[in-house]
């Protein structure tokens, strides 16, 4: 069975960093398209980043710059690492799966909420 | 990358059909048959619903189904039930190899 969990959200200071896991179950997560996706309270879904199963990284505007999409294979697990956190970074954050050749996401965690503030 | 546009909201009646529209650009929905739809109630992850512009995944009732002409994607809900009230969101790959979402349609079965 596929199966992701997300950890490592909380409440972090506004300027500050924090890494997310994505723990994968039932699937190589190396072989996938694997994608973070976040959703701010009351609002609707942001597309965040990606990491192909090829190793190449993308990240929506919002973020650019001052994150980074990883993957660990011996752990099958996912990463995002956020820096110079503002309010704007509220949300909650979901790990999300593409098969490789495939570009919509079948599988999705359960999400881990990340809130920036002071 | 802009949000895809959806409207707000829709409504309609149990057993009733409706439809839901995104609305992208020729970078986006226009640009590929990658659009997929995804259902999310509240508090939950979202499912997805359709993909590829107009397949469905196992499991999910033929009652659901999608399309697109040129840059404009649509969701169809026939025979409208209760528990097809939620939140209802289209997404699409894109020029940059990237994905970008629209903004959300809830549904409310009246």
């Known amino acids: 069975e596929v199966q992701l969990v997300e950890s490592g959200g909380g409440l972090i200071q506004p300027g500050g960093s924090l890494r997310l896991s994505c723990a994968a179950s039932?699937?190589?997560?190396?072989?996938?398209?694997m994608s973070w996706v976040r959703q701010a309270p009351a609002k609707g879904l942001e597309w965040v980043s990606v990491?192909?199963?090829?190793?190449?990284?993308y990240y929506a505007g919002s973020v650019r710059g001052r994150s980074t999409i990883s993957r660990d294979d011996s752990k099958n697990t996912l990463y995002l690492q956020l820096n110079s956190l503002g309010a704007e970074d509220t949300a909650v954050y979901y790990c999300?799966?593409?098969?490789?050749?495939?570009?919509?996401?079948?599988?999705w965690g359960q999400g881990t909420l990340v809130t920036v503030s002071s | 990358q802009s949000a895809l546009t959806q409207p707000a909201s829709v409504s309609g009646s149990p057993g009733q059909s409706i439809t839901i529209s995104c609305t992208g650009t020729?970078?986006?929905?226009?640009?590929?048959?990658?659009v997929s739809w995804y259902q999310q109630h509240p508090g939950k992850a979202p499912k997805l619903m359709i993909y590829?512009?107009?397949n469905r995944p196992s499991g999910v009732s033929n009652r659901f189904s999608g399309s697109k002409s040129d840059s404009t994607a649509s969701l169809t809900i026939s025979g409208l039930q209760a528990e097809d009230e939620a939140d209802y969101y289209c997404?699409?790959?894109?020029?940059?190899?990237?994905?970008?979402f629209g903004g959300g349609t809830k549904l409310t079965v009246l």
């Open positions: 999300a799966r593409a098969v490789t050749g495939t570009f919509y996401f079948d599988s």
């Open positions: 039932g699937f190589t997560v190396s072989s996938n398209y």
């Open positions: 990491i192909y199963s090829g190793g190449g990284t």
């Open positions: 020729s970078s986006d929905v226009g640009a590929y048959n990658f």
């Open positions: 590829d512009v107009s």
């Open positions: 997404n699409s790959y894109t020029s940059t190899s990237t994905w970008v």
